[in-house]
């Protein structure tokens, strides 16, 4: 049997709203390359690269994308066990909402302007005629 929806929900729910604030270990990082076994290299805010674990309660629930941010939490440097450095606690889902939050880095620059809509979509339309020029 799959997990229930109510878990499926509450992982989903919880991984839209940002916290208040960031622990002294917790930092966000953007996702660079899935490594297997729900292990994840991700870019630090300082360019570093670290290797961290997604918890528990997202696998299989959440998804995760190439170039999508994370809240990691890092492994203090006395309690490191092999090459994990790291635990994703939280996926960012709704980017918009925690790119308002004052400890966003400005290290992450926004790829696309959601905002701005100068050039119309094509997707779903049919191509022009030839016709459509010749009155």
């Not at 994840?40 to 997604?54: D, G, I, K, R, W």
């Not at 997202?58 to 790291?86: A, H, M, Q, S």
Request: charged letters at 35%.
């Amino acid at each position: 049997m799959g997990r229930p929806k109510r878990n499926v929900y509450a992982a989903a729910e919880e991984s839209t709203t940002p916290p208040d604030a960031l622990t002294p270990l917790q930092s966000l990082a953007r996702v660079i390359k899935a490594e297997g076994n729900n292990l994840y290299s991700c870019a630090l805010p300082s360019q570093q690269v670290v290797l961290v674990e997604l918890a528990a309660r997202f696998r299989n629930t959440i998804w995760i994308k190439r170039g999508g941010y994370v809240l990691v939490d890092l492994t203090p440097p006395d309690e490191k066990r092999g090459k994990v450095e790291g635990e994703i606690c939280n996926v960012i889902r709704e980017e918009k909402e925690w790119r308002k939050q004052s400890y966003w880095p400005k290290e992450f620059p926004k790829t696309t302007d959601e905002d701005e809509d100068d050039e119309e979509s094509n997707v779903g339309k049919m191509p022009p005629s030839d016709s459509e020029g010749e009155d």
